[in-house]
């Protein structure tokens, strides 16, 4: 009516060119005029007398075939296309001047032969397109038949991996539904998956695309119902709990049964269904224990269109049998042959040209002009039918949308959806990570319990059973999280008193992983580290502590105190060096002094004509002055020449640095007691054969070092692994007893070494962290309750509750030793003797050195006049020494030995001269000289 009343507003001559305007319908789930003519009233009319023009382009009559085998005769499959095409022709929106007729042919099973003798039979009939069958292997046949022919061939069954020219797919691309079940994959982690296919000609899955994805896939072919049992035994002997059905429908109760009686229907299992009909399955034996079921689902039951769909097909029964099963849903391959054969409609309804009848012979294979332009028609359609959004991209069906069934309690529930551009939406985050098991206990496993403190201890001196025995750490931080996530569990010891190391000559691995692999228990907690190994066959929850390897060792014991502890501030070839320079220096001074003119000078200055001249810096004076610098006091020496003093300023320079630098050091060498540290870091560690070294036996530490590339950490690897007797220990107890007995490092993750360190003041941490990792709860592979777990942990953190415990067990227990801090010391410690003690050995000594010389002195010049006839060498020693004691070295003069020189030149005198300080002299007056100027002729 709507199309009358236009035509007749417009009252106009259609012009050519209306013709050139493009007319798309956007749905196919009308009843009556499309979409946009349903929602917008105010379509503009001639729109509306464009689609009708174009409509009349279109034979009076088109004919479509359909071939079904003969099993699916009368079956949902053949009504619903039935159904398709008698509301086509009851509505008249879409061929208003056009009629559907279909003919629908049957062919046995697997005879392609037959198959294509009827497809010939249809196309040479005059047929626009041709619809089946729905098996593959005859399929095929057939579509090779329409590509020869250029006649469309509408198929709803799944697709091959390439594409196919002239075939016009409902089903989903097989590459997409790939994807959609390999993010279902990822999304809860599946690493170990079994899959049981039947050679039905439905192969949903192409095994190759899941086995890229890493996953290690365990596939299986089942040959019937009575092969389900023995398949099913296999998988549960080999500890796989993810199961992919791709069976025939027809028998899923067998499975079914057969689950039911190998008792693999708890919550450790989850079954992913490959087919798009798993509403249409019995699950009452599984409602409401705890087993998870999934499956995808296509027809979208969440419009209100579709559902009106539903109620209409229920009344079309002509055969006395119904499209839709029991329970009002339709199967997925109804759904899509009914959209089939309304995306035809689309196609022909927007053509833009007339279409010229087909007539066509298989003999001839000559193929049909129009069937390209008609195929482009149909491929560009873009619509939304009973199995949701429908676009084709060369062919095959691109744009649709699945919707994730989970069955929970007794029904089946909408958990999420997937499309090819959003990929996996959940529309419950928590449908599959945070359900609740209502009654569950859990199996908790632990290590030993004295052995793991503080993590997990026994209560000592009570009488107590079950959970009750323990504490800890981890005790407590697994009962807050099991009361935020909502079950119960029960602590178990794990028997080898391991934490899980892999054997290569068993291929097998013990303690707490292997427990967990078994499934013999479902949770760990323990101080036990997430590594790469461990999680190839288990599942760890995010870390609940982050730690590292660190080197436990004995407290150095202080330096002992050396008499000569001055010495310290500077190296011993320091020491050495300035020796040299000392001496360098000396002679340097002696040499240059020899030979600049201005160091010399006229002993006699009123003797002008004197050719004898003096030089002040003899070897003995050059040392002297040297030395008198170095200590930072006076010679009596002074240079004058400009070389001589450049050489003693540069030697004032050199002793300011080093004086300098010798009396800043000093002060910390003396004040601050000081420990002999024999290895400060791994390298020392490494680089050493006195003190040994080792790992607890079976714990990551000692897997890190075995399975480390780097060099330093492989050479202590040999080292630990060939020593004998072996540096491993069993037990963190027993590498503390061996440290505290002295000659032993051991190596320790730094959480139980702190602990450790700060209750024994003994004990300390050798350099920084080896590595860097976290402890984490062990679940089984593919746990539902590793997420759960993860994210109550990151809520104990966040709240500060995983640090409190951490301060409850490390440092608030009452036995942490108290260490005393000397650095904040407000003064600096007295010296005693034992620091500078050696100074007054060195002044000792150098008086006795002095009091030696004084007497290799005096002989030496007593001996030399002895000659003479002078008195004994003992009797002059004891007059002076009396002289000495007498005068007590206050008297400036004394009576002069008399000692006579054959060889002088005249008579000497000693008189005392006032002109010369007290010096003795001979001659008087202002040309009085000194007695050591005379000299013998």
């Not at 997409?176 to 039905?200: G, H, Q």
């Not at 539903?310 to 997925?332: A, D, Y």
């Not at 206990?441 to 052995?451: A, D, F, K, P």
Request: proline residues 4%; hydrophobic residues 40%.
């Amino acid at each position: 009516m709507m199309y009358e009343n236009c035509m007749a507003q417009v009252g106009c001559i259609y012009s050519a060119e209306f013709f050139q305007l493009p007319v798309r319908v956007y749905t196919i789930a009308g009843d009556g005029l499309p979409a946009d003519a349903r929602m917008h009233t105010a379509i503009p009319c001639w729109i509306l007398l464009v689609h009708t023009i174009f409509i009349t382009a279109l034979p009076p009559v088109i004919k479509i075939g359909a071939i079904f085998s003969e099993d699916m005769k009368g079956c949902s499959a053949e009504l619903a296309f039935k159904y398709a095409v008698y509301r086509i022709n009851k509505d008249r929106a879409l061929l208003p001047q056009s009629t559907l007729v279909y003919d629908i042919q049957y062919v046995p099973k697997k005879d392609s032969f037959r198959a294509t003798k009827k497809a010939c039979n249809q196309i040479e009939s005059g047929v626009l397109a041709l619809f089946g069958p729905q098996e593959q292997n005859i399929g095929s046949t057939v579509q090779g038949l329409c590509e020869a022919m250029d006649v469309p061939h509408m198929e709803a069954s799944p697709d091959h991996l390439e594409p196919r020219e002239f075939s016009i797919n409902l089903h989903p691309s097989q590459s997409l539904l790939d994807k959609a079940f390999i993010d279902f994959m990822t999304y809860l982690n599946w690493t170990r998956v079994a899959i049981l296919y039947e050679d039905v000609g439905n192969d949903v899955f192409r095994f190759q695309a899941l086995s890229r994805l890493g996953t290690e896939l365990y596939i299986r072919r089942c040959e019937g119902p009575t092969s389900y049992r023995p398949i099913l035994s296999e998988i549960k002997a080999k500890k796989i709990t993810n199961i992919i059905i791709d069976t025939n429908p027809v028998y899923i109760q067998n499975l079914f049964r057969a689950i039911l009686q190998l008792q693999m229907n708890s919550h450790r299992y989850h079954y992913l269904f490959a087919s798009f009909d798993m509403e249409l399955f019995d699950l009452e034996d599984f409602y409401f224990n705890k087993v998870n079921m999934s499956g995808w689902r296509l027809v979208d039951l969440d419009s209100d269109r579709v559902k009106e769909i539903l109620q209409q097909m229920q009344t079309f029964h002509p055969m006395g049998s119904n499209i839709l099963s029991k329970n009002g849903t339709i199967e997925t391959t109804p759904a899509l042959i009914y959209d089939a054969v309304r995306v035809l409609t689309l196609g022909l309804a927007a053509l833009q040209s007339p279409l010229r009848p087909a007539n066509l012979s298989c003999e001839t294979s000559a193929p049909w002009d129009d069937g390209l332009t008609l195929y482009n028609y149909i491929s560009s359609v873009s619509a939304h039918g009973v199995t949701g959004p429908i676009e084709f991209t060369e062919g095959r069906r691109t744009g649709f949308r699945l919707q994730l069934l989970r069955l929970r309690g007794s029904a089946l529930e909408t958990a999420g959806t997937w499309t090819p551009g959003s990929g996996l939406e959940l529309t419950d985050p928590f449908a599959f990570r945070r359900e609740s098991f209502p009654n569950v206990t859990l199996v908790v496993v632990t290590r030993e319990v004295i052995l793991e403190k503080p993590y997990v201890m026994v209560k000592e001196g009570w009488n107590l059973q079950g959970n009750d025995r323990f504490e800890g750490f981890c005790i407590d931080l697994l009962r807050r999280i099991a009361a935020r996530v909502g079950f119960a569990y029960t602590l178990k010891l794990v028997p080898d008193n391991m934490y899980g190391v892999f054997d290569p000559e068993t291929n097998q691995w013990n303690g707490i992983v292997k427990e967990l692999a078994d499934k013999k228990a479902d949770l760990a907690v323990a101080s036990m580290t997430i590594n790469y190994a461990r999680e190839t066959v288990i599942d760890f929850t995010k870390p609940f502590m982050n730690l590292g390897i660190g080197i436990l060792f004995k407290v150095p014991t202080s330096q002992p105190t050396r008499l000569f502890s001055f010495l310290n501030p500077l190296a011993v070839e320091i020491w050495l060096y300035v020796l040299a320079a000392y001496v360098l220096v000396s002679f340097t001074l002696f040499v240059m002094a020899r030979f600049s003119p201005y160091e010399w000078s006229n002993p006699h200055p009123c003797a002008r004509e004197s050719r004898l001249v003096t030089n002040q810096f003899s070897v003995s004076n050059s040392f002297w002055f040297i030395t008198g610098t170095f200590l930072r006091q006076g010679s009596g020496l002074n240079p004058k020449a400009t070389s001589t003093r450049i050489v003693g300023g540069i030697w004032w320079f050199f002793t300011l640095i080093i004086i300098s630098s010798y009396t800043a050091n000093l002060a910390a060498f003396l004040t601050v007691e000081r420990t002999v540290a024999p290895i400060e870091t791994v390298a020392d560690l490494a680089g050493q054969s006195v003190i040994q070294y080792g790992t607890l036996n079976g714990g990551s530490t000692m897997s890190f070092f075995r399975d480390s590339k780097i060099d330093i950490y492989k050479q202590m690897w040999r080292y630990m692994e060939s020593h004998k007797p072996s540096v491993f220990v069993s037990t963190y107890e027993d590498g503390v007893k061996r440290v505290l007995g002295g000659g032993y490092a051991f190596l320790m993750e730094s959480t139980m070494l702190d602990h450790r360190v700060q209750r024994d003041c003994n004990l300390t941490q050798v350099g920084g962290l080896l590595d860097s990792k976290g402890y984490g709860i062990a679940t089984g592979k593919g746990s539902p309750w590793r997420d759960k777990i993860s994210l109550a942990i990151l809520h104990l953190q966040e709240k500060g509750v995983v640090q409190i415990l951490y301060d409850k067990w490390w440092k608030n227990t009452g036995d942490v030793c108290n260490r005393e801090d000397k650095t904040k010391d407000s003064k600096a410690n007295a010296l005693g003797v034992q620091n500078i003690g050696g100074v007054f050995v060195v002044l000792l000594c150098g008086l006795a050195l002095a009091i030696l010389v004084a007497i290799l002195e005096f002989c030496w010049n007593s001996k030399k006049n002895a000659a003479q006839g002078r008195q004994s060498l003992c009797s002059e020693m004891g007059q002076e020494l009396r002289f000495a004691v007498r005068c007590g070295g206050g008297a400036r003069q004394r009576p002069a030995l008399r000692r006579h020189c054959a060889r002088c030149a005249a008579p000497a005198t000693y008189v005392p001269s006032a002109h010369y300080n007290g010096e003795l002299t001979y001659g008087s007056g202002e040309c009085a000289l000194p007695l050591k100027e005379l000299r013998c002729s």
